[in-house]
């Protein structure tokens, strides 16, 4: 080993106090990951040392002037990534960045998204970068992330940007070290050892299950934090209740729990299902899913991390590498629901799922195991525990992910067909495909040929002749939107807005116009409760002809007539049956929806009415359309809108003043009768109106003098 070779490895050890290499450290070393550039794929178990490999090489390249980048799945593996490496900061001066500060950083941790669509449309911000890191590989089998994944690969490839690959698990090694044309190092023990096992209920009657498992759980004090796994957000809030209902020991301060979650979503009336967690936190038991507010889910997972937590009930968004103090996880159900069919849990999932357990900084010891409830699992779990992975295949040949990445490539300016088949041809899938092609023989330009006339077809692209491909207005308007917001909707959703604007042959203002972008968008709908429904809902859609209404159905109420209207979320809730924490959430997608529905209306040159804006505020804000000015100014939110709303009801439209109009008209007309005191008007909202306070009763008092002109 070279010197500045062996300085390296000696200097990181000295920081992470280690006095001897891992086994996969030594097998990377000996295979030239400090003494070639080679490409790198580093296959190990979790917890056995594989990021320090990659640190070798990201140090290695840092001291001889280059620059790194490291990719990650997610956004807030970016946050324990930056503090991981934060040494490099303060014993080597290097300057991280996780804002994607391209120019001045010398380490941009980012996602693999991000990286992508930052590379795609400007190379030159990366041509100073000249090694990778990309974490968590074995994302590669998700069919979303992968297909990130791999166009992230190809485009490092084109880049010339050498690349090491950090995996927990992967089958078919051979392919991928054949494509990334790189060194395959596989092998290492876990630091902490993982136990696999099952938890078998199928001898006990169906009413007993749930009883048996939750006493497992509060038995096993010497395997706790358990993260526990469930394929739908109904179990995982259903079966942290249960357990609670068994669990004794409560937290010493529930006032202050209360206060803190009161303070995360800035209002003190919970809903229904935040009533539960609360419920649940005062007993050390958590849940997890996207029916909560944002910031819920971000302050269960910090509780968790701070070990004040012992239960944590999730759905699989939580399978991937966040570094949990886990101890054990379990996973409860063996099949999940995808696409409407039930199928069993991928071995590589249940993989992912178990190595959030048993890391090194938390423990000597970690568990996994399947719950089997049914004789049907059994060979499930056999499969599951005994670990023989599935291959990994390249999810480019998903007929709409295929025409996304043709899009992109045209909206990144490679409009040429020369330039979308030279990217095609360095994608793992025409690698996989070439390997595996058999009596029928592989043919890209063919696929590509008929892709690109599928694009044609469905309005999104046009043929230019010589000058290659152009994205028609279709086209400019769905990527613009998918490139701001990273989202994973099906094109279809976007030829199908088109067909409904194009139909309408109106920009609409409408209940129906909510409804439309409800059903086809699945990320501006908050769900119906299951097992709950609302005779008001049911009675409304039954007039329409809808006599089963679903989500969509639901969720369209619920925003039009709950959210627009001002309604408090947990009134929301209990009237609609919807998750309504999380429709604060779901009105920011509509928001950017409601976008996108605008410019394209803008591009068949539709006149766009003043109506438009105003719903468009209403559903932002969650405001009427009397509240929207005072919801604008700084500090309000709708809670505080809607304090200063019942105020101007109850008192300004009542006796003695009997004022008509909107809020501020007769705001207007209060001031005017106090022969327009301004320090009368200040005064009289502060003191009146609850927690309005002197500033902000300022901002009204500003507000109305204004619109008096």
Not at 350 to 370: I, N, S, V, W
Not at 488 to 497: I, N, R, S
Request: charged content about 30%; hydrophobic content about 40%.
């Amino acid at each position: 080993m070279a010197s500045d070779e062996e300085s390296i490895v000696r200097d990181l050890m000295r920081i992470k106090g280690m006095t001897e290499l891992w086994d996969s450290q030594n097998k990377s070393l000996a295979a030239g990951l400090l003494s070639t550039d080679h490409n790198f794929v580093i296959i190990a178990p979790t917890a056995s040392g594989k990021t320090l490999n990659a640190e070798f090489a990201m140090l290695q390249a840092l001291r001889r002037k280059g620059k790194c980048l490291y990719l990650v799945p997610l956004t807030v593996l970016q946050t324990e990534k930056e503090e991981e490496f934060s040494y490099l900061h303060d014993a080597e001066n290097y300057q991280i960045s996780t804002k994607g500060d391209w120019r001045n950083a010398d380490v941009v941790i980012t996602t693999f998204e991000v990286f992508y669509r930052a590379a795609l449309l400007s190379p030159r911000i990366v041509e100073h970068f000249n090694t990778a890191i990309v974490d968590e590989f074995h994302i590669l089998y998700d069919q979303n992330r992968g297909f990130n994944l791999e166009k992230a690969l190809t485009l490092l490839r084109e880049l010339n940007v050498r690349i090491i690959c950090l995996s927990a698990t992967f089958e078919n090694q051979e392919e991928i070290r054949g494509w990334l044309e790189s060194e395959l190092v596989t092998g290492g023990e876990r630091v902490v050892p993982l136990i696999c096992d099952r938890i078998n209920l199928t001898e006990f009657p169906m009413s007993e299950k749930k009883r048996k498992l939750c006493a497992w759980l509060l038995g096993s004090k010497d395997k706790q934090p358990i993260l526990i796994f469930c394929s739908t957000k109904d179990y995982a809030r259903s079966r942290a209740l249960d357990l609670c209902s068994l669990a004794k020991e409560v937290i010493d301060s529930p006032p202050k729990l209360r206060a803190e979650m009161e303070e995360t979503i800035s209002r003190t009336r919970f809903t229904s299902l935040e009533e539960d967690l609360y419920t649940c936190l005062c007993k050390r038991i958590a849940f997890h899913h996207s029916g909560l507010d944002q910031r819920l889910r971000e302050f269960v997972i910090e509780k968790f991390k701070s070990k004040e937590v012992d239960f944590l009930f999730a759905t699989t968004g939580l399978a991937y590498g966040i570094n949990f103090p886990t101890k054990t996880v379990l996973l409860c159900d063996l099949t999940f629901y995808q696409e409407g069919r039930s199928i069993d849990v991928p071995v590589y999932l249940f993989l992912q799922m178990a190595g959030r357990a048993g890391r090194p900084q938390f423990g000597d010891k970690g568990y996994a195991y399947a719950v089997i409830t049914t004789e049907s699992d059994v060979p499930r779990a056999e499969k599951l525990i005994e670990g023989k992975l599935e291959e990994a295949i390249s999810h480019i040949s998903v007929d709409d992910l295929f025409k996304k990445a043709i899009l992109e490539l045209v909206y990144s300016r490679k409009s040429q067909e020369s330039q979308i088949v030279s990217f095609f041809e360095n994608t793992f899938y025409n690698y996989q495909s070439l390997q595996r092609q058999g009596l029928v023989r592989f043919d890209l330009k063919e696929i590509l040929r008929r892709h690109l006339e599928g694009l044609i077809a469905q309005g999104f692209l046009e043929f230019l002749g010589a000058p290659g491909y152009k994205l028609t207005d279709l086209g400019n308007v769905t990527m613009k939107f998918l490139f701001e917001t990273f989202r994973t909707y099906v094109l279809e959703t976007f030829t199908e807005m088109n067909r409904y604007i194009t139909e309408q042959g109106e920009v609409k203002t409408d209940f129906d116009l909510i409804y439309k972008l409800t059903k086809e968008f699945e990320g501006a709908r908050t769900y119906k409760i299951p097992r709950q429904r609302s005779q008001t809902v049911e009675d409304f859609y039954r007039v329409r002809g809808i006599p089963k209404p679903s989500h969509a159905e639901y969720s369209a109420y619920a925003i039009f007539y709950g959210w627009m209207e001002n309604k408090p979320v947990y009134e929301i809730e209990e009237d609609f049956k919807v998750y309504g924490s999380a429709l604060e959430n779901v009105a920011d997608e509509m928001s950017k929806i409601l976008d996108t529905y605008e410019r394209l209306a803008r591009r068949k040159r539709l006149r766009i009415p003043v109506e438009f804006q105003v719903l468009k505020d209403r559903i932002k804000f969650g405001v009427t359309k009397e509240e929207i000015p005072f919801v604008k100014l700084e500090g309000f939110g709708r809670i505080t809108v809607k304090k200063v709303s019942s105020w101007c009801n109850t008192v300004l439209r009542g006796h003695p003043y009997r004022y008509r109009g909107d809020m501020l008209s007769v705001l207007i007309q209060f001031y005017k009768a106090k022969n327009r005191d301004d320090n009368f008007l200040l005064t009289t909202l502060a003191e009146r109106i609850e927690n309005i306070g002197q500033v902000r009763a300022g901002k009204i008092v500003d507000l109305v003098k204004s619109s008096i002109g």
